[in-house]
């Protein structure tokens, strides 16, 4: 497993890093806060379209052919923007690496679920989420260093080239070896010639079942605080006058957050519950979020980024393991597609919604919304988990 992870960290690294330099380059072009909302958000247009079928594919076939085809076309989206940095070939290129990013996650986490039986599954998951920490520590870093000493098409660049060495290590990793006998992804699917339509109806309708449902909320809650935070931080950064290598240290502060309590979660398991550590660490993000407005140099952005990864980093692992869980038996991928449409739909939503409101209510407005609603949602499931 870890030779996987250490490939799904290099993925996310350069898909991280193709992100943050999109989302420069839009700013750099001159396009508006909406504007750039628009071309961010193709990243999730075709994965909330295709990401249920994807994970019943994923069920049939299995997990290498998915994750190489993922690289595959996020590398080409990276090469479009190194050819030709041109605002529409930045949305087409983005949405070419959300496909892409779509199938090579579905294969990453049904192998975390998968690898070593149940006994492994939340020390994978664990595992899994550290990778997005560091690749997220590390390529809005790398990033925002090669724009200022070079420019955006090497950035563009760097994350072409590594993400064709990611292609080549998953073409010869051996899947067979690892995976578990019984597992989903390599047994057949009777359901083969059932109506396209009723399948995917069947994935909406995991919905029905209460916890599955609440899990699948709080995970789109953890992640969003990501993608929100990935979308603002550009824009707060540009009004204080950051420059390209500060935004993308800010944003690995965020990361290093959700390391460092990665690293530390075995030991905070052995003294209270997950629902205690995710309900602290929410309310700490939630705070961090609100403040975030106020930060008007690096110093303290950093102290904040910080503190508002704590929250993704406690819950990403323990609800992604819930959810393989409480998944019905043989669809553990249709439940990951399922997240992933959700999820894609919210970052769809985001971008094009926050860029409007950005533009009427500035940058601020959008922290202390996130916040807001976060504590709302957080409030209503962590009441409906007790009752």
């Given at each position: 497993m870890r030779g996987l992870v250490a490939l799904a960290a290099a993925h996310y690294t350069a898909v991280i890093g193709f992100r943050v330099d999109v989302a420069l380059a839009a700013v750099a072009a001159g396009l508006s806060p909406a504007s750039i909302g628009l071309v961010l958000s193709t990243f999730a247009l075709v994965p909330m379209l295709l990401a249920v079928r994807g994970g019943q594919l994923l069920d049939r076939i299995g997990v290498r052919t998915p994750m190489i085809a993922g690289s595959a076309l996020a590398a080409a989206g990276a090469a479009l923007c190194a050819a030709l940095p041109h605002p529409a070939v930045l949305a087409l290129a983005t949405g070419l690496a959300g496909l892409g990013t779509m199938g090579f996650h579905l294969g990453m986490q049904h192998c975390a679920g998968e690898f070593g039986g149940p006994a492994r599954r939340t020390a994978n998951f664990n595992l899994l989420t550290m990778s997005f920490s560091i690749s997220g520590l590390l390529g809005p870093t790398i990033t925002g260093l090669v724009i200022d000493h070079a420019g955006h098409r090497p950035?563009?660049?760097?994350?072409?080239?590594?993400?064709?060495?990611?292609?080549?290590?998953?073409?010869r990793f051996d899947f067979d070896r690892h995976l578990s006998p019984a597992a989903p992804a390599r047994a057949p699917d009777e359901a083969t010639e059932a109506d396209a339509g009723s399948r995917a109806a069947a994935a909406f309708a995991l919905l029905g079942a209460p916890h599955l449902r609440r899990l699948l909320i709080a995970s789109l809650l953890a992640s969003a605080s990501w993608d929100v935070y990935q979308f603002v931080l550009p824009l707060h950064a540009g009004t204080i006058g950051l420059s390209a290598t500060s935004v993308g240290v800010a944003i690995a502060a965020f990361s290093?957050?959700?390391?460092?309590?990665?690293?530390?979660?075995?030991t905070l398991l052995a003294h209270a519950r997950p629902a205690r550590w995710m309900q602290t660490a929410l309310a700490v993000c939630v705070l961090a979020y609100a403040a975030a407005p106020l930060a008007g140099t690096?110093?303290?952005?950093?102290?904040?980024?910080?503190?508002?990864?704590?929250?993704?980093?406690?819950?990403?692992?323990?609800?992604?393991?819930?959810?393989?869980?409480?998944?019905?038996?043989?669809?553990?991928?249709?439940?990951?597609?399922?997240?992933?449409t959700l999820l894609a739909a919210t970052?769809?939503?985001?971008?094009?919604?926050?860029?409007?409101?950005?533009?009427?209510?500035?940058?601020?407005?959008?922290?202390?919304?996130?916040?807001?609603?976060?504590?709302?949602?957080?409030?209503?499931?962590?009441?409906?988990?007790?009752?």
């Open positions: 950035a563009f660049g760097l994350s072409m080239a590594l993400l064709l060495v990611v292609l080549i290590g998953v073409r290093a957050g959700s390391l460092s309590v990665r690293l530390l979660l075995p690096l110093g303290p952005l950093l102290v904040l980024s910080f503190l508002i990864g704590t929250g993704p980093g406690i819950a990403q692992p323990l609800l992604m393991a819930a959810l393989h869980h409480a998944s019905p038996p043989g669809r553990a991928g249709e439940a990951a597609g399922l997240r992933m970052q769809l939503a985001l971008p094009i919604g926050l860029g409007l409101i950005a533009g009427v209510l500035g940058t601020a407005a959008l922290f202390w919304l996130y916040a807001g609603v976060a504590a709302s949602i957080g409030i209503a499931l962590a009441r409906a988990e007790r009752r």
